[in-house]
């Protein structure tokens, strides 16, 4: 755990600068716009330990599958987000001396990261042989606007004289720091210096991936009005320069505004044109009349999803940190994309879509935005289909398999232990259709789209697994559970069960399915009937004396102690082998509880009591998955201590770098496990068979919590403090349970509760 | 299967050329010194689909790990051996038509590997529009004068005129073909047109592994001569060209003379004038005269070596072209060398140094070298131990971990269930020793450096294994048997087993170790203790109403069936994908039978009939070191017919292709798996307790198989016909065992007996 921001509860800020700490504070001050986004670099640049990075939404690179030893049935490629042109450059020199704090000497270091509206502000004092400047900076990317960043700095000379030299650039020779070898992905197509643009294109690929046009434009502004230096530029990169001379007390402000257009949204020869008049568009507006309209969208964003803590400030910013950063990486406005592990703050996980979506995304977004934009993430898996059907047929398997990672559908990462067998993703992915059908009401999905979903996995599942005589039973070997610390493991719990209630789910849907979909998807009697006979003859491995779920065949073999025995060699993936790691019984994440708490209603309290009592100690929480869940089962349980730690765990997961890890970016898909440990856990909501609940409980040391939340048309608020006070803010009258104790709302009307 | 040479008992020959079999033809015609070694390109090039080869012993690079993810304890780089600076190169244009087989006409094409000495012999006739001319090439590698190689052609005009040009090459701008991205591995140091040098150098590597520098010389010969032509060169390329013309009838014969030198032997610096000296010794004699001292060495290896089969030719070919390559590849005159798996014949795995020495060369290279070629491959693991015990701490380990594939010691694979899990080599290196002990009766190794050796991977395993509450046991999870189709198995009944016999065999022999080795191992009563209570009590799966060892945990969970049932699917390596191969129940290659193989007499009969019953249906053979072990036991167990199937698949692997994977070049050191099968299976050879014995039977279609062996000073025949001869050729009398009879022969007797 490591501490860099203070707390408060609305802004991440910072009065220190530690080099040692600058990946890690350039990760949490990441900003986004759902359309590109980037991590907290310097504009004036900043020559030590740095990791830079600019990530445009949608825009990616299939990468050769390079291994010494290939297998058959690997992708061809790993699809990765390409570090993006950086249009972030404003270089300035003193006096000659270039600012690089790095370097110079400075004081008053000051950084900010606003959450009402993703505003990222610095200052520091530059302090010169004979001169003293003051720098402030403001920054952010136009959620209106989304292809405008806006950039601001300001100097003031505290004392002596200063000849400001600035250095406004756009540059698209970068390059990926993971596992691209320092290759570049940015061709030039060429800079306009009139234009004050560049324009690169995605290197070629033999893998049919479209090539990506990028064009950015920069233009310079003092005064609210445009101001134009000297312009040079070279291959992909452009640079203006402008001086100014200032005296003791005098200031000066320059603005940077950019455009960035992709191939995505606009064809090659008409980006020119287009990022012109989206530059005049933006400069018929100052900075601050657009800081005004960027913030009243955030506001209104802020209205309806705002969680309030009262007496925990650190447990109020980790959540309104999650908030902010999940929805600067997505908030469903364009359907083709979808949610990246790191969103747009950093290179892992390539920023490629993951089952994290269904498994993490779904459950709050389907509570804190409108249906429809779930629907359009269902929509997404739909419509990637043909890349489902060419996966499964990659492993000789009918059906369609859904990728592990992917940007169009196909499998883009290529570790066997993954690609190959980590398939749980196949029935949890389907198993969003479940949750947005319970939860909104709304059928029409299940019954046409939803329905090609189903059968195209069930017809996977069913050839997946096979009949052991020995057991007499349906077994699934070779498979990667959730606890990516097991790999290539037989008859892994989670899986089998998923597999399993995915076949069931199918079965009970099907004949509900328009006639369309039934036509499409052709089920016969003869399938029908093995699908069924797989549900009630799968093994689904369990001990009976422990009274427990085995995570898959021989666990009970391993070398079983808790976690705290080894907490000083912890986090093991840092400091293990991975195959020490392979053979310890210490879990990474929820995996026979992630069963359990996906399926919830299908267990006793005694099943989930002892599961969790025997799992929770082996396991280490390095996924940024693993603590949310565990919590919000912790809470069901009535272990509130345990409940409640593992929220902080959530919550200030990259706030507080439990992993070790947030240096390489933050966890974002798993941010939403904060909102979903206080609604699901603290509060208990649940929403089975078509029936809101809530159970809710105030955590020691908080003194008040409150959260709203869509549901079927209406707006309502829940608030906990010595009792439960649940509102209906809009919308038709509606019947709810709290505690188990049948409450009734009109519109407008709040009911107090106590358990 | 596919046979594209003529069955010959001495020679590898054919007269057709399939342009679609290049590779294979390749593969096939490799030569090698044990110095250095090509696959059989053709001398004047060849433009169309062909894998161009030259490598030269112990002349490696470290390419950088790349993975798409890594995982911790993986090497830093993958060791391979770089396709070495080409020096066939002899170009030949004809009337200024190139001469180039996949583009010009000819007829009468013949290509032969005479095996007395590995000389290579191709001729063709060219048809141009007015002219023909027959070329014929000579090719040997100097077993005597290790750097030379020497190449002949010979052109005849048989009717028209011809204008001939000569091109002879040496190339260092050469790439690798498999995993290294056609990265370049040498840099230049310069061309000397004047002395006919190139002269290059690995690049750099972070890894601390040298650099490798190489200097070719080439000088031309006609009629004996040294003939100069024009000589041009470019970075890292030197070209001598020479022109005949030539009247219809009338022939020209060039010979292209050769010299390598590298680093491994010369200084950089010294390496011209080396070479340039070596060049002289090489031209004092003629290409005939240096021919004839090439032979000689070759006749005195035969001599001892030489297995002969009557009545079945194709048997007789296969097994001397087995040898042969063998003993091109390693004759155990460089001490700092060892066995690749493909010898110089293909880049794949590497060229390294891997298990395979130990578990199939030694029990070879004991009976037909003399016993010093195994000690110094027993000493090459000795030199290597600082790397096992590098390996053992990569894996947060005590004690030595010999790696899966190195060049010095330091483990150079980088699949994780491989290096990290493919543990059994720990046992079977070491197991090596016993062999060597057994054998030659010699114990100075084992009582000194061999108890380093045991002592280290002794600690290593008792490491390994873990205490199982659940089963009261020792277990062993997360590995990979030889059975590389399957992964990250526990309980693997092979590596349990050997794991168990590494201890036992280090508690047998640590009290008769020198005081020195008991000194530097320092092994306390504790650990003895530690050892003998794994022994004791280490978990070996078996299932007791079959009868069988089961080779791992749940194996008969599998839908298991036999290979008869897949026979369309096969080979399933290059059909199936991944996945499914490791779910599958079908076999790679001897895992438990591999066992019951090393430790042969602690079965009983009937135990060895059962496993093998049980698994030979369900093994597919597609490692090329599976037939020979199952030929073995068929033997032995009397299943003759199988035997003799086997023997066939081992012998005759590359020659038919078997696998349909000889194009990557032979599969050496399964070579001697058809020696191990005629001594070991048919002739029933063993050495337990310091006696030798036999049990020798004739296959149905053979007249006759006689072969040598040398045994602790003495060399023997043995003779099978409608009864067994043995003869002791030379050494002091000895007491032998056939068909359980005693047998007393003294220098220059023979003895008949009939089982």
């Known amino acids: 755990m490591k501490r860099i921001f203070e707390v408060d509860p609305w802004k991440i800020v910072t009065h220190q600068f530690n080099p040692e700490d600058k990946r890690l504070q ?19 640049g900043y020559s030590a330990d740095s990791l830079q990075g600019t990530y445009l939404a949608g825009v990616w690179f299939p990468d050769k599958t390079r291994v010494g030893w290939w297998k058959n049935g690997y992708p061809e490629y790993f699809g990765k987000t390409p570090n993006a042109p950086s249009f972030i450059g404003l270089g300035i020199t003193v006096n000659g001396e270039k600012i690089d704090l790095a370097k110079v000497k400075f004081s008053d270091f000051y950084l900010s990261l606003d959450m009402h509206q993703g505003l990222l502000t610095r200052s520091f004092v530059y302090e010169g042989k ?12 136009h959620i209106v606007q989304k292809e405008a960043a806006l950039i601001e700095v300001k100097a003031t000379v505290l004392s002596g004289r200063a000849k400001i030299d600035f250095d406004s650039t756009l540059d698209g020779t970068v390059v990926n720091e993971d596992s691209n070898y320092n290759e570049h992905f940015w061709l030039s197509l060429g800079e306009n210096e009139d234009d004050r643009t560049i324009q690169v294109k995605t290197k070629e690929n033999p893998y049919e991936v479209p090539q990506f046009t990028v064009l950015l434009k920069e233009s310079l502004r003092h005064d609210g009005k445009i101001v134009t230096g000297d312009v040079t530029s070279s291959e992909a990169k452009l640079s203006e320069k402008l001086s100014v001379e200032l005296d003791e007390g005098q200031s000066y402000e320059l603005e940077k505004d950019v455009i960035v257009v992709t191939s ?8 020119l044109a287009v990022a012109n008049e989206l530059m005049t568009k933006l400069q018929n507006k100052s900075f601050e009349e657009n800081l005004v309209d960027h913030e009243a969208t955030w506001n209104k964003r802020w209205q309806t999803s705002d969680v309030q803590i009262d007496g925990d400030p650190a447990a109020q910013q980790g959540i309104r940190f999650n908030i902010l950063q999940l929805f600067m990486t997505y908030y469903g406005e364009d359907a083709r994309l979808n949610v990246g592990p790191k969103g747009f703050t950093g290179e892992k996980y390539g920023g490629a879509t993951y089952w994290d979506t269904e498994a993490y995304i779904v459950p709050m977004y389907l509570a804190v935005t409108k249906p429809s934009v779930t629907r359009a993430l269902l929509q997404y898996r739909h419509d990637q289909l043909p890349g489902a059907y060419h996966n499964a047929k990659q492993q000789g398997l009918p059906g369609a ?27 949890d992915i389907p198993h969003a259709i479940a949750m947005y059908t319970e939860y909104t009401g709304d059928d029409s999905y299940v019954k046409n ?5 189903l059968v195209g996995t069930a017809r996977f599942w069913a050839a997946r697994v096979h009949w052991s005589k020995w057991r007499n039973k349906y077994v699934m070997h070779g498979v990667t559970g959730p606890n990516e610390y097991e790999n290539n493991v037989n008859n892994n719990w989670f899986t089998n069960t998923m597999a399993r209630w995915l076949l069931q789910y199918t079965l009970k849907r099907l004949p509900l399915a328009t006639a369309e979909a039934k036509a499409r998807v052709k089920v016969t009697d003869e399938e029908k009937a ?25 666990f009970l073999d391993k070398d079983i102690r808790p976690v705290s025995e080894i907490e000083d060699q912890r986090p093991i993936n840092q400091n293990w082998s991975w195959d020490k790691i392979l053979r310890s019984p210490f879990i990474k994440q929820a995996d026979v509880l992630q069963g359990i708490y996906f399926l919830n209603d299908q267990y006793t309290k005694e099943q989930k009591e002892k599961n969790f009592d025997f799992y929770e100690p082996l396991t280490v929480h390095e996924s940024s998955l693993s603590p949310c869940i565990h919590s919000i089962l912790a809470a069901e349980l009535g272990k509130q201590e345990k409940a409640v730690e593992l929220y902080e765990r959530t919550a200030r997961l990259d706030l507080d770098n439990y992993n070790n890890d947030t ?3 933050l966890h974002i898909t798993s941010m939403s496990g904060s909102w979903l440990a206080i609604v699901q856990g603290f509060a208990g909501m649940r929403y ?23 549901y079927r048309g209406r707006l309502l608020s829940i608030e906990m403090s010595d009792q439960a006070k649940i509102t209906l803010i809009s919308g038709e009258p509606i019947d709810v349970k709290v505690y188990d104790q049948d409450v009734h709302l009109r519109e407008g009307e709040s009911k107090c509760l106590k358990d």
């Not at 350039?26 to 004036?44: K, L, Q, V």
């Not at 995505?264 to 980006?271: A, C, L, M, T």
């Not at 398999?401 to 029935?427: D, K, Y």
């Open 449 to 453: 789209e939803g329905m090609d979903v």
């Open 663 to 665: 240096v390489d970016g």
């Open 26 to 44: 350039e990760s949490m001050t990441a900003i986004g716009n759902d359309y590109m986004g980037m991590r907290g670099n310097f504009e004036e």
């Open 264 to 271: 995505r949204d606009v064809d090659d020869k008409d980006q």
């Open 530 to 554: 093995k699908w069924q006979d797989i549900v009630d003859k799968m093994y689904l491995p369990e001990d009976k004396d422990l009274g427990i779920f085995l995570q898959q065949d021989d």
């Open 130 to 141: 004979d001169t003293k400047v003051k720098f402030e900076f403001r920054r952010f990317l």
């Open 688 to 710: 089975n068979d078509g029936k809101l609940s809530f159970k809710p409980f105030l955590p020691k040391k908080w003194d008040r919590y409150s959260f709203k939340i869509n």
């Open 401 to 427: 398999l859904f990728p592990m990672v992917t940007f169009n559908g196909i499998e883009c990462h290529n570790e066997w232990e993954i690609t190959f067998e980590e398939i749980h993703r196949n029935a």
